[in-house]
C-alpha cells in the first residue's frame, strides 16, 4: 500500500520524535510531509509507533492511504524540497 | 478528480494568502493540509493561482491527485483538527 502522512504536532520534542520515527519507514517529501511504498505490517507499526509518541488529546496525524501508487498525480508548485527519485 | 494539498510557506503574509485562497476550493484539514473533489478547471485555477502568490524560489507546494475518493482510506491518530463530515 501507499501511504501519505501529514502530522500537527504542537511541541517540538515530539515533532523530532514522529519525524526521525516516520524517517525509518517513509520519504520525508516537505516539513510534516512523508510518504512512502510500506507493507501492511509496516503500516500497523507505523500506527502503533505514532500512538506511543504523540498526545493525542492535542497533537494531529492524518494517514492518507492507497492501494498503490498508480493511482496518484503530483504536482509541485515552487520548489521541491526533497525529490524522491534522489531516495529510492 | 481529489485533491490533497500540502504546503511548505516560509512567510506568513504569503501562507495566509495561501490558506485563504484555498479555501475558496477544498476543506481545510489541518495545518498546511486542504482536501477535496474538484474539476478539472477549478484544479488549473488552483494551479494558476497558488503560482501567483508564493515565492517559487523558496516556498513548496505539493499537489496529490486522485481520480476519485474511492482509492482513499484516511487514519486519524489523535484529534480530527476540522472534520470533513461537518463542512459537506
Chains 1, 2 share one sequence.
Not at 10 to 35: A, I
Not at 64 to 70: D, E, H, S
Request: aromatic share 12%; no cysteine.
Amino acid at each position: 500500500m501507499y501511504l501519505l502522512v501529514v502530522y500537527d504536532v504542537g511541541d517540538t520534542t515530539r515533532l523530532n520524535k514522529v519525524h526521525k520515527f516516520l524517517k525509518t519507514y517513509l520519504h520525508w517529501r516537505q516539513n510534516s510531509v512523508f510518504e512512502g511504498e510500506i507493507s501492511r505490517a509496516q503500516f500497523n507499526a507505523i500506527k502503533t509507533g505514532l500512538k506511543e509518541i504523540i498526545d493525542e488529546t492535542s497533537d494531529s496525524i492524518m494517514i492518507y492511504r492507497l492501494p498503490n501508487k498508480n493511482y496518484l498525480s503530483i504536482d509541485i508548485i515552487g520548489i521541491e524540497k526533497n525529490p524522491i527519485e534522489f531516495i529510492l
